[in-house]
């Protein structure tokens, strides 16, 4: 990869092209090099070079190609196609759709396409059918404050998760600024080799979240975590940003993180659903935070939770590696699903959407009775059942 980078061998070998598209780039190996090297910088250079000498003409690279440049960089269309993707889950379309089994004659990758968005949809609630909360009471005000990174995929289907995250944040003492600038993280652009579309979004956020202080920037995503984490060494040779992009980096945190920093305020009992826990590769590899997400659940009483084996490897999800290479795919979530089976859980926490829906979607196309959902949500229940905040109308949190 480093040669290739560096010009020293050929980009056109098909064997090379193989290798580096079947990559999950899950940054594993990264933990168990003795010589360190981080190959998630050198994965993501390799496939700008194999974008640049050989694009790849299928209708799905055309497609993703066509999002990157002409959607995801503009928010008010990356807004509405969002919004029209919700309306066409929220109304049960997709559930319908699928259900008739009509993709499945289409394509395989058209019917899994479809269970991503069905399991993007809210699937754990308090007890009593208690949906939203407007504000944190008897905790005193917030005296701390930090910035939330939203994320595109996560305000634009998992926003509940973003509410849910504020709320957390609001009863351990943090108040949450979301700057209104803020863009996507650039990391499905990374991944798919469109470096300098990656960099244009980098610096857009940087300038959202200025450096006039230190305060953190709190994610709930593991892949924009790592994304924004890198963002040092994806400027490093622009010379107006190489110093401000490393000063954002050191400030990004895993919403775990930043609740490590108190003790976390403990909750109460949830319903007895046994659960159990699977790390986010980047929040593992990217950020080395893996075990954070775990002590939020820890700080639920009772919690009936069941360890699941082989939780650090990937879920075969890897950003849109499940729609470009589906069979690859496949093979890595059946794994994930049978060490899941094993477990008897019902409820999977996961700290990255991306995670939750390839798993939800795996689920759902095997018929599994299982709920997936971010370990913030079931730590906002546990507050929400000890009376930590007040009733209100927020639509947003019932997406």
Same mark, same amino acid.
């Given at each position: 990869?480093?040669?290739?980078?560096?010009?020293?061998?050929?980009?056109?070998?098909?064997?090379?092209?193989?290798?580096?598209?079947?990559?999950?780039?899950?940054?594993?190996?990264?933990?168990?090099?003795?010589?360190?090297?981080?190959?998630?910088?050198?994965?993501?250079?390799?496939?700008?070079?194999?974008?640049?000498?050989?694009?790849?003409?299928?209708?799905?690279?055309?497609?993703?190609?066509?999002?990157?440049?002409?959607?995801?960089?503009?928010?008010?269309?990356?807004?509405?196609?969002?919004?029209?993707?919700?309306?066409?889950?929220?109304?049960?379309?997709?559930?319908?759709?699928?259900?008739?089994?009509?993709?499945?004659?289409?394509?395989?990758?058209?019917?899994?396409?479809?269970?991503?968005?069905?399991?993007?949809?809210?699937?754990? !609630?308090?007890?009593?059918?208690?949906?939203?909360?407007?504000?944190?009471?008897? !905790?005193?005000?917030?005296?701390?404050?930090?910035?939330?990174?939203?994320?595109?995929?996560?305000?634009?289907?998992?926003?509940?998760?973003?509410?849910?995250?504020?709320?957390?944040?609001?009863?351990?003492?943090?108040?949450?600024?979301?700057?209104?600038?803020?863009?996507?993280?650039?990391?499905?652009?990374?991944?798919?080799?469109?470096?300098?579309?990656?960099?244009?979004?980098?610096?857009?956020?940087?300038?959202?979240?200025?450096?006039?202080?230190?305060?953190?920037?709190?994610?709930?995503?593991?892949?924009?975590?790592?994304?924004?984490?890198?963002?040092?060494?994806?400027?490093?040779?622009?010379?107006?940003?190489?110093?401000?992009?490393?000063?954002?980096?050191?400030?990004?945190?895993?919403?775990?993180?930043?609740?490590?920093?108190?003790?976390?305020?403990?909750?109460?009992?949830?319903?007895?659903?046994?659960?159990?826990?699977?790390?986010?590769?980047?929040?593992?590899?990217?950020?080395?935070?893996?075990?954070?997400?775990?002590?939020?659940?820890?700080?639920?009483?009772?919690?009936?939770?069941?360890?699941?084996?082989?939780?650090?490897?990937?879920?075969?999800?890897?950003?849109?590696?499940?729609?470009?290479?589906?069979?690859?795919?496949?093979?890595?979530?059946?794994?994930?699903?049978?060490?899941?089976?094993? !477990?008897?859980?019902?409820?999977?926490?996961?700290?990255?959407?991306?995670?939750?829906?390839?798993?939800?979607?795996?689920?759902?196309?095997?018929?599994?009775?299982?709920?997936?959902?971010?370990?913030?949500?079931?730590?906002?229940?546990?507050?929400?059942?000890?009376?930590?905040?007040?009733?209100?109308?927020?639509?947003?949190?019932?997406?």
């Amino acid at each position: 990869m480093r040669a290739v980078a560096e010009g020293r061998l050929q980009n056109t070998s098909s064997a090379f092209s193989k290798h580096i598209d079947r990559c999950l780039g899950c940054r594993a190996c990264e933990q168990v090099c003795p010589a360190g090297v981080e190959y998630g910088q050198l994965l993501e250079a390799s496939r700008e070079e194999l974008m640049t000498a050989q694009p790849k003409q299928d209708l799905s690279h055309k497609l993703l190609r066509f999002a990157l440049r002409y959607v995801w960089p503009f928010p008010k269309r990356l807004r509405f196609m969002f919004a029209a993707t919700r309306v066409f889950r929220d109304l049960g379309l997709a559930r319908l759709l699928l259900k008739s089994r009509l993709p499945h004659l289409v394509s395989s990758r058209a019917e899994f396409a479809l269970a991503l968005l069905v399991s993007s949809r809210k699937q754990v !609630t308090a007890r009593g059918g208690v949906n939203s909360f407007s504000s944190c009471q008897g !905790t005193g005000r917030p005296d701390r404050s930090v910035f939330l990174f939203s994320g595109c995929v996560g305000e634009g289907l998992f926003a509940r998760v973003n509410k849910a995250t504020e709320r957390v944040l609001a009863a351990n003492g943090f108040a949450s600024v979301r700057p209104s600038t803020q863009v996507c993280c650039g990391a499905l652009h990374a991944h798919a080799g469109d470096l300098e579309g990656a960099r244009t979004l980098a610096r857009q956020n940087i300038e959202a979240f200025g450096n006039q202080d230190n305060r953190p920037v709190v994610t709930n995503a593991g892949g924009c975590g790592a994304m924004l984490a890198s963002y040092g060494h994806l400027l490093e040779l622009d010379i107006a940003f190489s110093e401000r992009a490393r000063a954002f980096s050191d400030r990004i945190v895993d919403i775990g993180q930043q609740l490590q920093t108190m003790n976390i305020r403990r909750g109460s009992a949830i319903a007895k659903n046994r659960v159990t826990y699977d790390t986010s590769c980047h929040l593992l590899y990217g950020q080395h935070a893996g075990e954070a997400s775990l002590k939020m659940l820890e700080a639920i009483p009772d919690l009936n939770f069941a360890n699941l084996e082989g939780a650090e490897r990937c879920c075969g999800g890897a950003g849109i590696y499940n729609l470009l290479e589906p069979e690859m795919s496949g093979r890595v979530l059946e794994e994930k699903l049978s060490q899941i089976r094993r !477990t008897g859980a019902t409820v999977l926490a996961t700290g990255n959407p991306g995670c939750q829906m390839q798993i939800g979607a795996g689920a759902c196309l095997a018929e599994i009775d299982l709920r997936v959902c971010h370990p913030v949500e079931l730590l906002d229940i546990s507050y929400a059942q000890a009376g930590f905040y007040r009733e209100g109308d927020d639509e947003q949190d019932k997406t």
